[in-house]
């Protein structure tokens, strides 16, 4: 489990290809701090196991579904990266409940400045867009944002000066593909309330009132 605070950017040194897999060489050093093999450090949001390290840098396996499922699979060396270890139980929750589990890549079509902020347009697949709401929570390439506002096809979010200079986000332009992460409440809550809809997909009248909303 994630925050959605990057840590550090690091820097893509190798990446060995497959024929449906990749083994990742990245180049880091605040998230190799008390490292461990197997521990989890997400990568532009994408939860990846540590299979080897070394001072400066760390190798993770990417199989065949992630790389279906994300950006990564684009990424050449020299391109940096979000870089974040799991959190451990007590620490701050300074961003949203983030699993490393993408949902979709969405691609960057509107990049603008606003005052200090930089504002984002991306376009997302419909399956992520429908838990995406105004003023929630969306991890975005492994950063937690906040949603401007969104409409049929795309949601806006913006960044400080700050999130600028610590993740992708500051330099990615538009045509760009970026990891989503929606929130991993209302995934469960639409799971758990999907068992009590009518026939026409609505929430059951009975339901409803044995929990007061009636």
Do not use: W
């Amino acid at each position: 489990m994630f925050t959605g605070i990057v840590e550090e950017l690091g820097t893509l040194r190798r990446s060995e290809r497959g024929p449906v897999s990749a083994r990742l060489h990245i180049e880091a050093r605040t998230v190799l701090g008390g490292v461990r093999l197997g521990d989890s450090i997400a990568v532009n949001g994408v939860c990846l196991t540590v299979a080897e390290f070394e001072t400066g840098r760390f190798v993770a396996d990417v199989m065949a579904e992630t790389l279906r499922r994300t950006n990564l699979g684009e990424l050449r060396p020299g391109d940096r990266v979000n870089l974040e270890r799991a959190m451990r139980l007590g620490d701050r929750l300074g961003g949203h409940l983030v699993s490393g589990h993408v949902d979709g890549v969405g691609t960057i079509v509107g990049r603008e400045p606003h005052g200090i902020a930089l504002v984002f347009r991306i376009r997302t697949p419909g399956q992520v867009l429908r838990y995406v709401i105004e003023k929630g929570s969306v991890a975005v390439d492994g950063i937690s944002l906040t949603v401007i506002d969104l409409d049929a096809e795309s949601f806006r979010v913006s960044i400080i000066p700050h999130t600028a200079e610590m993740t992708t986000l500051g330099f990615k332009q538009v045509g760009e593909k970026v990891n989503l992460e929606a929130d991993l409440i209302a995934k469960y809550v639409e799971k758990m309330l999907g068992a009590h809809r009518d026939s026409k997909g609505k929430l059951d009248t009975g339901f409803l009132a044995r929990h007061g909303f009636l």
